[in-house]
């Protein structure tokens, strides 16, 4: 083959930044094992998520395949008639990159890159595509950029060309025979180290932030599940918002919350979070730590499930798996689960869902296009902030009307007598308003 490299679709920025995808034109190959093992997704399923991926930051797919392999190779993760016959689609269907929805090594990202002549990503490299097309704030943009660097360290031969500038330089700062490679790597360092900074201070804050409620305090619940299953639908349903929704995947990145007033009257916090997916890269849950602390510290993790899904449960597994990479324990009581996009089942599905549902205390069946289920939604929310009430007894003067006024406000007064200078007041509390209340003993001291 003689064509030469066509131009990068996918950019890094001049301060090694990576840039927005370009649109052009893109393969999609899923390599599969013959034999699938454990993995309870087929291959056909896994090669439509990796298109969505791609299709996320706009690339037109023009070729999609899943490849059956008996063996990786080291060199180039294909077999050599794999790689030739996808050097002649390269050809004919004049692509700008290939997407391979697995890990590669960076030689193997090379020896691909040098064999089809055109630009090359996996699966981790796309999945930072988005994320860095995806961030909005601040916060968001230094989280992806740190998932970025940690990631293209590996691989600065590739991608930090602009760099050779720096050659040469004194002292600790590299002489004249610093090679390329480690100018690059220095530079890489330095700027994971000047993130990683700004990220304790977005750390602090938030603790600052989550503190401050607390003192308020409304108990918060937090939204998680699979990327698309319809969170931030739901989010605006139940909260009368504008967050950004679409039949997309990561369509949320920045997490959003927003007060909620249950059935009952009690106001609580709803948290809109980023979508989870299969083999989410490690470095974006590290990078994203601060952000899914959120999740961690929350009261009440509703997971949203899109039961429409033929991998509904797989990728409620996947969900589970980052959940537990947090320190979550979803068995512990804290866990309502939503079956949601009920009305893309068939009847005979949606009856023997609302037979399991029926079973269980945590499963909700709802459509959150349609509206179906979400008031049921409200009192099973309801519901689930009530059981972790704890009922607690207390004398209260009579003349002390603000503490009988929180109570109120913030409880559930199951009795009350008075004896004439005391209330003797039954109430139920949610734990941080239990908090609450016992830092007002002590400041009664």
């Known amino acids: 083959m003689t064509r030469s490299a066509r131009p990068n679709t996918l950019r890094n920025s001049p301060d090694g930044k990576n840039g927005s995808a370009a649109t052009g034109r893109a393969v999609v190959i899923h390599p599969h094992a013959k034999s699938r093992g454990g993995d309870s997704r087929s291959p056909d399923a896994r090669l439509e998520e990796a298109v969505g991926l791609a299709g996320a930051i706009g690339l037109d797919v023009v070729h999609a395949q899943r490849i059956a392999l008996p063996r990786r190779r080291p060199s180039t993760y294909f077999g ?46 796309l999945i930072l595509e988005i994320f860095g097309a995806r961030a909005s704030t601040r916060e968001g943009v230094l989280q992806v950029e740190l998932a970025h660097l940690t990631y293209q360290r590996s691989r600065l031969v590739r991608s930090w060309t602009h760099l050779e500038r720096q050659r040469g330089g004194r002292g600790f700062m590299g002489g004249p025979g ?11 360092d330095e700027r994971i180290v000047r993130i990683r900074r700004e990220l304790d201070t977005v750390k602090r804050t938030r603790g600052l932030h989550r503190a401050a409620r607390r003192r308020v305090p409304y108990p918060v619940a937090a939204l998680v599940g699979y990327t698309n299953a319809g969170k931030s639908t739901l989010f605006n349903r139940l909260t009368d918002s504008q967050v950004a929704a679409e039949d997309l995947l990561f369509a949320t990145l920045d997490p959003t919350m927003r007060g909620l007033d249950l059935p009952s009257g ?70 309502v689960e939503v079956h949601n996009k009920i009305d893309k089942l068939a009847p005979e599905e949606r009856s023997l869902l609302s037979g399991l549902a029926a079973g269980r205390n945590d499963a909700v069946p709802v459509s959150v296009l349609t509206g ?55 109430v139920g509390l949610d734990p941080a308003h239990l908090g609450r209340l016992e830092r007002f003993r002590r400041d009664d001291g």
């Open 80 to 125: 050599a008639g794999s790689v030739e016959a996808l050097s002649e689609t390269v050809e004919a269907l004049e692509v700008d990159l290939i997407c391979v929805d697995a890990a590669l090594t960076p030689v193997q990202q090379r020896n691909l890159e040098r064999a089809w002549h055109c630009k090359v990503i996996d699966r981790t490299g």
């Open 178 to 188: 610093e090679t390329q490679i480690e100018a690059d790597r220095r530079q890489i």
């Open 266 to 335: 009690r106001r609580v916090i709803l948290s809109d979070t980023v979508g989870f997916v299969s083999q989410l890269p490690t470095m974006l849950i590290a990078a994203f730590r601060a952000t899914l602390e959120e999740v961690r510290d929350a009261d009440l993790i509703v997971h949203v499930r899109d039961v429409a899904h033929p991998d509904s449960d797989a990728q409620c597994r996947d969900v589970g798996d980052v959940l537990s990479q947090l320190g979550i324990d979803a068995d512990d009581g804290i866990l």
């Open 372 to 426: 179906e289920g979400v008031e049921g939604l409200m009192h099973r929310l309801e519901s689930a902030f009530g059981s972790r009430r704890k009922i607690v007894d207390l004398e209260v003067d009579l003349a002390d009307g603000a503490r009988l006024a929180w109570l109120y406000r913030y409880g559930e007064v199951l009795s009350r007598r008075d004896d004439g200078l005391r209330a003797h007041i039954r």
